[in-house]
């Protein structure tokens, strides 16, 4: 396999959450939910006559992603017509962007799991209207025009992504950044936001890059990342064998885990590119794009920095929280609440993120599990003062916070859960677990460490585990030491 590469390169198309289609006054609908084509106007249906007027919130919205990937925004945006024929296209063509795209030359920063980060360039970004959407049933097709003219934005990277391991982060990298942006929720499986991946291999030989496949119907980051593993695969194999590889448009078959060939590809000069005449060139003030930058909010990479520089915490974790705007929220306001930061990191990726996990809860909706943020606070701080064992914590306080939606102090006061420390009386349960488990006593004096583990277990059980984990384990080996003698 060393001596292949895989060479990969992404567009991504993310729907623009406006309150009305791209070029006309037409609402935007729940593309699973509305009713097929109630939300349909004349521009929608292709319609001829209708003219197009350009939605600016969308603009802006583009604008917003193009700034926060770090690119350029040229003064001069032109839309033009890209023509085709398709059942889901009433127009015969659609309105996209061609050689005046709203973006270009940006990069996002991705991270992998060795910890190492790599800077994905990003071609450019251009404004276009969505297509309607074809369903192929009993034999026929059936066709929703909601979705068309819906604000769509191609993003388009450089061919940088070199394993499907590297495309899967810029795939959630670029979705987290539309989600803090607030301009698209992410949702794959509503088709709101969809990744395409262009898949070509390099030999370590080659001076320039080989021909490439491009793979369609990827309705998760992780299939992505498996299509582009069976395709890399596929091409090796077509290359030992002496074969060539045809550029093609590809399916993920989910079902069947391999690639489908749809069809072979066109060639841009194929669409008979040219500038719409029904639209003005639009001009992009130095000014406005000052305002724009201005109005954005905090990036996940500006806060993980933050987090790591100014709270301490290690980058992994930083990485873990960030990612997800509402969960970044969350943790900042269990910190502003005096919670160590990293006590809070902690018990949020593993104790809660837990919780959530076996609940199939998504980490975006944690603004509204049963835990508050400031009930998790709460419990974080009777850790943090030693009112409670960090064990009664999380096997009887934090489930229970989560059944009840209660405080911690309340179910603390309510269960008798606080932690004992007084001496005497983790003294007097030493002495009676000690005296009940003679031959571990014995086997302990023997040399044999390991019962100390399971002797503080029995002392916990004992006192229901509310002593004092430190206090416990202090008693126990003073006692353990006077029978020695
Ligand atoms: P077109 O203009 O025909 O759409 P582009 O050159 O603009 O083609 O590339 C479209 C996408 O394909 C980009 O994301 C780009 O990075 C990627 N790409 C281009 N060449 C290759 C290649 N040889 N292997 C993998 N991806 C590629
Ligand atoms: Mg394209």
Same mark, same amino acid.
């Given at each position: 396999?060393?001596?292949?590469?895989?060479?990969?390169?992404?567009?991504?198309?993310?729907?623009?959450?406006?309150?009305?289609?791209?070029?006309?006054?037409?609402?935007?609908?729940?593309?699973?939910?509305?009713?097929?084509?109630?939300?349909?106007?004349?521009?929608?249906?292709?319609?001829?006559?209708?003219?197009?007027?350009?939605?600016?919130?969308? =603009?802006?919205?583009?604008?917003?992603?193009?700034?926060?990937?770090?690119?350029?925004?040229?003064?001069?945006?032109?839309?033009?017509?890209?023509?085709?024929?398709?059942?889901?296209? %009433?127009?015969?063509?659609?309105?996209?962007?061609?050689?005046?795209?709203?973006?270009?030359?940006?990069?996002?920063?991705?991270?992998?799991?060795?910890?190492?980060?790599?800077?994905?360039?990003?071609?450019?970004?251009?404004?276009? /209207?969505?297509?309607?959407?074809?369903?192929?049933?009993?034999?026929?097709?059936?066709?929703?025009?909601?979705?068309?003219?819906?604000?769509?934005?191609?993003?388009?990277?450089? %061919?940088?992504?070199?394993?499907?391991?590297?495309?899967?982060?810029?795939?959630?990298?670029?979705?987290?950044?539309?989600?803090?942006?607030?301009?698209?929720?992410?949702? =794959?499986?509503?088709?709101?936001?969809?990744?395409?991946?262009?898949?070509?291999?390099?030999?370590?030989?080659?001076?320039?890059?080989? /021909?490439?496949?491009?793979?369609?119907?990827?309705?998760?980051?992780?299939?992505?990342?498996?299509?582009?593993?069976?395709?890399?695969?596929?091409?090796?194999?077509?290359?030992?064998?002496?074969?060539?590889?045809?550029?093609?448009?590809?399916?993920?078959?989910?079902?069947?885990?391999?690639?489908?060939?749809?069809?072979?590809? /066109?060639?841009?000069? /194929?669409?008979?590119?040219?500038?719409?005449?029904?639209?003005?060139?639009?001009?992009?003030?130095?000014?406005?794009?000052?305002?724009?930058?201005?109005?954005?909010?905090?990036? %996940?990479?500006?806060?993980?920095?933050?987090?790591?520089?100014?709270?301490?915490?290690?980058?992994?974790?930083?990485?873990?929280?960030?990612?997800?705007?509402?969960?970044?929220?969350?943790?900042?306001? #269990?910190?502003?609440?005096?919670?160590?930061?990293?006590?809070?990191?902690?018990?949020?990726?593993?104790?809660?993120?837990?919780?959530?996990?076996?609940?199939?809860?998504?980490?975006?909706?944690?603004?509204?599990?049963?835990?508050?943020?400031?009930?998790?606070?709460?419990?974080?701080?009777?850790?943090?003062?030693?009112?409670?064992?960090?064990?009664?914590?999380?096997?009887?306080?934090?489930?229970?916070?989560?059944?009840?939606?209660?405080?911690?102090?309340?179910?603390?006061?309510?269960?008798?859960?606080?932690?004992?420390?007084?001496?005497?009386?983790?003294?007097?349960?030493?002495?009676?677990?000690?005296?009940?488990?003679?031959? =571990?006593?014995?086997?302990?004096?023997?040399?044999?460490?390991?019962?100390?583990?399971?002797?503080?277990?029995?002392?916990?059980?004992? =006192?229901?585990?509310?002593?004092?984990?430190? #206090?416990?384990?202090?008693?126990?080996?003073?006692?353990?030491?006077?029978?020695?003698?």
């Amino acid at each position: 396999m060393s001596e292949w590469k895989t060479v990969i390169g992404l567009e991504v198309h993310a729907e623009m959450e406006t309150e009305s289609k791209m070029f006309s006054s037409c609402p935007v609908v729940d593309s699973v939910e509305a009713e097929p084509n109630s939300a349909v106007d004349a521009l929608s249906l292709g319609m001829p006559g209708a003219l197009p007027v350009i939605n600016m919130q969308a =603009m802006e919205y583009g604008i917003m992603v193009g700034l926060a990937l770090n690119c350029e925004i040229p003064p001069i945006n032109q839309f033009a017509r890209k023509n085709y024929f398709y059942p889901d296209l %009433p127009k015969g063509y659609q309105i996209s962007q061609y050689d005046r795209p709203l973006a270009v030359n940006g990069h996002i920063n991705i991270e992998l799991e060795d910890g190492a980060s790599k800077r994905v360039r990003v071609r450019r970004a251009h404004m276009e /209207e969505d297509t309607g959407k074809l369903s192929h049933i009993m034999g026929g097709s059936l066709v929703d025009y909601n979705r068309a003219g819906v604000p769509l934005l191609e993003i388009v990277s450089e %061919p940088d992504i070199s394993s499907a391991e590297e495309a899967e982060a810029y795939a959630r990298k670029l979705r987290s950044i539309l989600r803090y942006l607030g301009v698209n929720s992410g949702d =794959m499986s509503k088709g709101l936001l969809r990744f395409e991946a262009n898949v070509s291999v390099l030999h370590k030989n080659d001076t320039k890059l080989r /021909e490439r496949t491009e793979i369609k119907n990827l309705n998760s980051i992780r299939n992505m990342g498996r299509a582009i593993n069976f395709e890399a695969k596929r091409q090796i194999k077509i290359y030992r064998e002496g074969g060539t590889v045809k550029p093609a448009t590809l399916g993920w078959d989910e079902a069947a885990q391999k690639i489908m060939v749809q069809r072979y590809k /066109e060639r841009a000069d /194929e669409y008979r590119y040219f500038p719409e005449p029904d639209l003005p060139i639009l001009e992009v003030s130095r000014e406005k794009v000052a305002e724009i930058a201005a109005k954005l909010p905090a990036l %996940p990479d500006e806060l993980k920095r933050r987090f790591v520089d100014e709270l301490g915490l290690s980058s992994y974790d930083a990485g873990v929280i960030t990612a997800e705007r509402a969960v970044a929220t969350y943790f900042q306001s #269990i910190v502003d609440s005096g919670v160590e930061p990293k006590l809070a990191a902690n018990w949020l990726t593993t104790d809660l993120f837990g919780l959530m996990n076996a609940r199939d809860v998504e980490r975006e909706t944690i603004a509204s599990i049963p835990v508050s943020a400031d009930n998790f606070a709460g419990l974080l701080s009777l850790v943090q003062e030693g009112t409670i064992n960090p064990s009664t914590a999380r096997k009887k306080v934090l489930p229970e916070m989560w059944k009840s939606g209660k405080s911690a102090r309340a179910i603390v006061d309510e269960g008798g859960l606080a932690q004992i420390s007084d001496t005497s009386v983790i003294e007097a349960s030493a002495e009676k677990v000690l005296a009940a488990n003679d031959d =571990m006593v014995q086997r302990y004096l023997g040399g044999n460490e390991k019962v100390l583990n399971a002797l503080f277990g029995k002392i916990m059980g004992e =006192m229901r585990g509310k002593g004092d984990p430190a #206090i416990v384990r202090e008693a126990l080996l003073s006692r353990l030491e006077n029978l020695k003698e």
